[in-house]
């Protein structure tokens, strides 16, 4: 599609000319993607962006980590580096334990809905 049929199709469809031309230079809707829920490690963020995401949400994957400041700096490291396997690994070494999982037998287990009482 040349401009002017760019232009013609944004008329058509009652759209601005500006988002109808932004979308044919993208490829794409110019929607923001995130991606949220288990991005815990610099190969999960990075992963994320390589499928196509504009950006990560990151919770309790970097805040209940061993090192949450060290893994948060790493997670970002590989959302601006997530093509390049030298800064991934690099960022990936010694960030200590992962995300810590819950243990549904001690008393003082987070939950967030006590159905079974």
Same mark, same amino acid.
């Given at each position: 599609?040349?401009?002017?049929? %760019?232009?013609? #199709? +944004?008329?058509?469809?009652? *759209?601005?000319?500006?988002?109808?031309?932004?979308?044919? $230079? /993208? !490829?794409?809707?110019? %929607?923001?993607? #995130? +991606?949220?829920?288990?991005? *815990?490690?610099?190969?999960?963020?990075?992963?994320?962006? $390589? /499928? !196509?995401?504009?950006? %990560?949400?990151?919770?309790?994957?970097?805040?209940?980590?061993?090192?949450?400041?060290?893994?948060?700096?790493?997670?970002?490291?590989?959302?601006?580096?997530?093509?390049?396997?030298?800064?991934?690994?690099?960022?990936?070494?010694?960030?200590?334990?992962?995300?810590?999982?819950?243990?549904?037998?001690?008393?003082?287990?987070?939950?967030?809905?006590?159905?079974?009482?």
């Amino acid at each position: 599609m040349d401009d002017d049929e %760019v232009f013609t #199709f +944004a008329k058509k469809i009652q *759209a601005p000319y500006d988002l109808v031309m932004q979308t044919k $230079q /993208l !490829g794409r809707l110019p %929607v923001v993607h #995130f +991606a949220a829920g288990g991005v *815990a490690t610099p190969a999960d963020a990075a992963l994320m962006m $390589q /499928l !196509g995401c504009d950006g %990560v949400f990151v919770g309790s994957g970097v805040f209940k980590s061993g090192d949450p400041a060290r893994r948060a700096r790493a997670i970002v490291q590989a959302v601006t580096h997530y093509s390049d396997p030298e800064v991934l690994a690099e960022v990936s070494c010694g960030l200590g334990e992962a995300m810590v999982g819950i243990n549904l037998n001690d008393d003082k287990v987070e939950r967030y809905a006590n159905r079974s009482e």
